[in-house]
């Protein structure tokens, strides 16, 4: 969850360091460090709150270094504090380290410690691995990175550590093990960080270290060793990042550019795979193991928040195109409640950052056990891609604001592609049917600019009832994934109570909850529950409820019922949900921002989930 960031060369290190964490900063905004290694003195500086109050604190200091390691906090182990921010110093103030992660037996670790006299001035596990490994070398007498390799050893859990020395003015340790970490390769230098967005301002080739990988980074060296102390071959992967990309070229926010980003973006993940006119779709991780797709016993979907409801609705796509039975799991379950798993058994794993703890143990889990692992990411050397046997990129650019949007729609986009061409090549989606879709898929870009053109109005709509101290989202079929996605989002960003539900499932107990100060949101776009949901929306109606409509472009029969409708364009009830999705972001979007909230940063929740 932590943003980390390190830098050793011949650059002053401070203001590399600073703008990393700010571009790290949606990976945990608790609090935020840096360390320095200064005439063999290290120099440690750390504040509560967001990385703006360390610049803040450090303003006129003098920060002359080259060599460095930050860190932004998302807190799991202590508070938010100044004292339990990173980085953490040794007891004898010669070890500085940073940690994204959790040692889950830091404690037994911790008691070993105070019985040999050691103090400690922090809630974290962090300070406990960082004395640890100093009495292990203090004990053995043996180098840092022995000591490290060591501790290792006796550590459980998931970490990603930077490690500098008062003593060695040139060189960071790095371990990882469940937590990303890339390092950046430049003439004479080298830049550390948990994803490539602080390093692409500097080089373009960049080394993605494996788990249980030690690092040992000089500004004209990079050793890679594994936790036996073997050498392994460092593999150097080309960016393919433009800068522009993780700035907010002229949007008040991130999570409003990622918004209007997505005619780009779902164009971008259709482009080379989707040849409507040709009737062809191109998908090479699918066609080289199409196979195991035909002959599947059923598909096992593992995700989690937003992905999870991408794959819901794959679920849907997927068990009418393709007849392939579906489930979808919470990898935060699926990793712990035994599940059978057999032979030619396909798990797909959808994961905006490709890094999701709980994902990537389920995928282990099932890996083991003889499943076929094909992964749906977004990042480009990711853990969870490295670790699949096959996999298909989104292609959705990085991804600032925590609330994810246009991850989701690429998600839907590429898991809609793969529905489709599994079911044409079974031979259980009809030719004609095929090539309508592909050319529906077509126009889903068009089609999103659309929509988009009416944020004006969404954000009369977000300000109508931005104090609301409940929703109701409702949806059926395709659309009922879609509701849960609304709900999830006005959580996280305008913090107002939400809820999802299939749209019958409300006589069954939510219905209690309806009175004239509910808004319940419909998603009631054209397609065979139509009617159904109608006879829903009136039930909301009778009991006074307000009524918010996404419908579809045409439509007159919600207009007249509805409290407010928003519309977007016609579409095949399967490619809808990829449209109707988008007022949703909006209106939670412009309700964070009517209630004066940071929409890039909601409280207490980070980007990537890399912890349990």
């Known amino acids: 969850m932590c943003g980390i960031v390190g830098y050793t060369g011949k650059r002053e290190a ?327 798993i057999h032979p030619g058994d396909v798990i797909i794993a959808i994961s905006q950052s490709g890094e999701t703890a709980d994902t990537l143990v389920a995928l282990e889990s099932a890996k083991a056990q003889g499943a076929f692992i094909f992964g749906v990411v977004n990042a480009v050397g990711s853990s969870i891609a490295r670790l699949s046997d096959a996999g298909a990129y989104t292609h959705a650019g990085p991804e600032i604001g925590v609330a994810s949007t246009k991850a989701f729609t690429g998600q839907v986009a590429v898991l809609t592609l793969m529905a489709l061409k599994i079911g044409y090549a079974k031979g259980t989606l009809a030719e004609a049917d095929y090539l309508n879709l592909l050319l529906e898929l077509e126009q889903v870009p068009e089609k999103i600019r659309e929509i988009l053109s009416q944020s004006a109005h969404i954000q009369q709509v977000a300000n109508k009832y931005k104090d609301a101290t409940d929703f109701l989202f409702l949806g059926r079929g395709y659309n009922f994934p879609i509701a849960l996605e609304g709900a999830l989002k006005l959580k996280e960003i305008s913090y107002i109570h939400a809820e999802g539900y299939p749209a019958a499932e409300m006589k069954h107990g939510p219905i209690a909850l309806v009175d004239e100060n509910l808004p319940v949101l419909f998603v009631a776009t054209r397609d065979l529950y139509y009617d159904k949901v109608v006879s829903n929306v009136q039930e909301i109606k009778a009991r006074k409820g307000k009524v918010i409509a996404i419908i579809t472009k045409g439509d007159t029969i919600l207009p007249e019922m509805a409290n407010d409708v928003i519309t977007i364009p016609e579409a095949h009830e399967a490619i809808a949900p990829i449209l109707s999705v988008i007022p949703l972001q909006l209106l939670s979007y412009y309700t964070g921002l009517a209630k004066g909230y940071d929409v890039d940063k909601p409280r207490n929740l980070a980007k990537s989930v890399t912890v349990e």
């Open 14 to 340: 401070y203001p590399i360091l600073l703008k990393g964490l700010k571009r790290l900063e949606y990976r945990g905004y608790d609090s935020s460090g840096i360390a320095l290694q200064q005439d063999q003195h290290l120099q440690v500086y750390k504040k509560k709150g967001r990385v703006a109050e360390l610049e803040e604190l450090l303003l006129g200091k003098g920060l002359h270094a080259h060599i460095g390691i930050g860190h932004t906090r998302w807190a799991t182990h202590g508070e938010p504090s100044d004292r339990n921010a990173h980085p953490h110093v040794s007891q004898s103030g010669k070890l500085a380290m940073i940690h994204n992660g959790i040692i889950e037996n830091y404690a037994p670790i911790k008691q070993e410690l105070v019985s040999k006299g050691y103090q400690f001035h922090s809630d974290t596990d962090t300070e406990v691995l960082l004395n640890f490994i100093e009495e292990i070398q203090t004990q053995n007498a043996c180098s840092l990175e022995e000591a490290l390799r060591i501790a290792l050893k006796r550590v459980v859990g998931a970490y990603c550590i930077l490690l500098i020395a008062s003593d060695d003015p040139e060189t960071i340790i790095a371990a990882r093990k469940g937590s990303p970490l890339v390092i950046g390769i430049g003439k004479g230098e080298h830049f550390l960080a948990s994803d490539a967005s602080p390093i692409i301002e500097y080089t373009r080739e960049v080394v993605y270290v494996n788990d249980y990988e030690i690092a040992i980074v000089k500004p004209d060296e990079l050793i890679l060793k594994n936790l036996g102390n073997e050498k392994q071959t460092p593999y150097i992967t080309r960016l393919d990042m433009e800068l522009s990309a993780i700035e907010k070229g002229g949007y008040e926010h991130f999570m409003l550019k990622e918004i209007m980003e997505q005619p780009e973006t779902v164009f971008d993940g259709l482009r080379g795979r989707l040849l409507a006119a040709e009737g062809k779709i191109i998908m090479s991780g699918i066609e080289q193991h199409l196979p195991a797709f035909l002959s599947a016993p059923r598909i096992i979907i593992v995700a989690c928040g937003t992905s999870w409801h991408a794959g819901l609705l794959a679920e849907y796509l997927i068990e009418t195109f393709a007849r392939i039975p579906v489930e979808v799991e919470y990898a935060s379950e699926f990793r712990y409640r035994n599940p059978v």
